[in-house]
C-alpha cells in the first residue's frame, strides 16, 4: 500500500507533464524505488521528497527520522540516537506521554525551512524572510490563564498562507510541548474578518514561467504541509475558533485543529480545484476521516462553498455560534478543557489518531509530485489568471 502511493505520485507526474523525452525533462526523477533484492540496485528517489520520506513511502520503517525514530523510542526526537536495530520497528511500542511529551520539529519531517531551502526554491510565497520578528508578526500570541491563543494576523490579504504563518504554526507548537507557557489548551483564530483565506494566490506561478516546468520549487515539501501532523502530534488540545473565510490551505488549516468552534459568518471551501490543483495542507485526508469518501470528494471536486450551518450538519465543527460571541465560547470551552489531567488529554489525542500521521505523510509526498505536475498545465495557469480577472475559469484538459 505505501509503495503505491509514490507510484501513484510518479505515474500522475509523468501523465500531467507529458510522456517520453518531455516527460523527463519535465519531472525531476533519477528513477523508482526497486524492490529488495540480494544484490539491490541503487535506491532512486523523486527529487524534492525527502529520503526519510521515501523510505517511508516504500514502507521501510526501520529507516526512520528523529521523529519516528523517538515514536519507537517512546520519547523525544532527541532520544532517536538510540540504536536498536531494524527489527525494532516490527514491535510494538506505546508512547506514554505522561514520561516523554513529544516535541515536534518541522526539520525532522522533511520540512527544511532553511535560507538555503528558501535560495533554492525560487518561491515567493515561501522566501519570505522567516525570522522570529516576521513570525511575531503574522502570528500573535496571548495568554488568557491556562489558554494560549494564536491569532493570523494578515487581516489586509485575509491571513492568507505565509511562510510567516507556517512558521507560526510550529512556534505555536513547540511552546505547547515545551511547557514554557503552562497552557494546557490553546485557540487558533484569524485576526479581521476571515480565519485563513488559503494560499496567496497573487504569488502563483503560471506554467510559463521560469522553472515551473522544470520542477522548480513546488517539487519540494511545503512547511506548511506539515502543520496538520505538528498540531496532532501535540500533546495539547488546538481548538480553531473558525471567523469568515476558511477556504483552500485555510480549509485544511481549519481541520488540522482537533476541535472548531465556527461563527456564523464561516464560509468553507475547497478552493484549489477552482485554480486547476490539487487540495494541500492534508485537506484530502482529514475531509476523508472526517466524511468518508463520497462527501470528502464532493466537495473536493466541485470546490463548492459550505455555509456554518451545513458545516455543522456535516459534523465539522462542534457548534456554530454568533460572531461576536466566538472567542468568548472558544474560550470557554478552552477553559474547561484545561482544567482536565494533562497526560490524560495528551494520551487521549494520540489514541484518536494513532496511525494518522503516517496517512498524513504519504499524502503530503504525493500531494508535493502532483502539484509540481499540475502547475505546469495550462488548466492551472487559466485558473490564476480566472482568479486575477474575477471570472469563471475555462478548463481545457491541458
Partial sequence: MARSWLVLGV??????????AEA??????????????PAPPPRRTVRG?????????????????????????????????????????????????????RRYDARHDGCDTSSRWRRESGCRMTAETETRTDTEQQVTF???????????????????LSAGISSGMHELVRRLNSGETGARAAIVTGEGRAFCAGGDVTTFPTSNQPGVRRGGPYSRPHPERSIARAMHSCDVPIIGAINGYAVGAGFGLALSTDLRIAADDAVFQVA???????????????????????????LML?????????????????????????????????????????HGMA????????????????????????VAGLFKTDDAAEGVLAFRE?????????
Fill in 302 to 342: 466541485s470546490g463548492r462553498r459550505i455555509d456554518a450551518t451545513e458545516a455543522l450538519a456535516l459534523g465539522l465543527v462542534l457548534k456554530v455560534v454568533p460572531r461576536d460571541r466566538l472567542m468568548e465560547e472558544a474560550l470557554a470551552l478552552a477553559t474547561a478543557i484545561a482544567e482536565g489531567p494533562p
Fill in 24 to 37: 523527463r525533462e519535465t519531472v525531476d526523477l533519477d528513477s523508482v524505488t526497486q524492490a529488495t533484492s
Fill in 11 to 20: 505515474a500522475l507526474g509523468l501523465l500531467i507533464s507529458g510522456c517520453g
Fill in 142 to 160: 496571548e495568554q488568557v490563564g491556562a489558554v494560549l491563543i494564536a491569532r493570523l494576523n494578515r487581516p489586509e490579504k485575509l491571513n492568507a
Fill in 390 to 398: 474575477r471570472r469563471e475559469p475555462r478548463f481545457t484538459g491541458r
Fill in 49 to 101: 521528497v525527502p529520503p526519510a520520506a521515501h523510505a517511508r513511502m516504500r514502507g521501510d520503517d526501520h529507516v526512520a527520522t528523529p521523529m519516528a525514530a523517538a515514536r519507537d523510542c517512546g520519547g523525544d526526537p532527541g532520544a532517536a540516537g538510540d540504536s536498536r536495530g531494524a527489527g525494532h520497528a516490527a514491535e510494538v511500542s506505546v508512547r506514554v506521554p505522561a514520561l516523554s511529551p
Fill in 347 to 370: 494520551a487521549s489525542k494520540h489514541v484518536v489518531y494513532m496511525g494518522g500521521d503516517h496517512d498524513l505523510e504519504q499524502a503530503d509526498a504525493f500531494v508535493s509530485l502532483s
Fill in 272 to 298: 484549489q480545484i477552482k485554480r486547476g490543483l490539487v487540495a494541500d495542507m492534508s485537506t484530502g485526508p482529514l475531509l476523508r476521516e472526517a466524511l468518508g469518501n463520497q462527501r470528502a470528494l464532493e
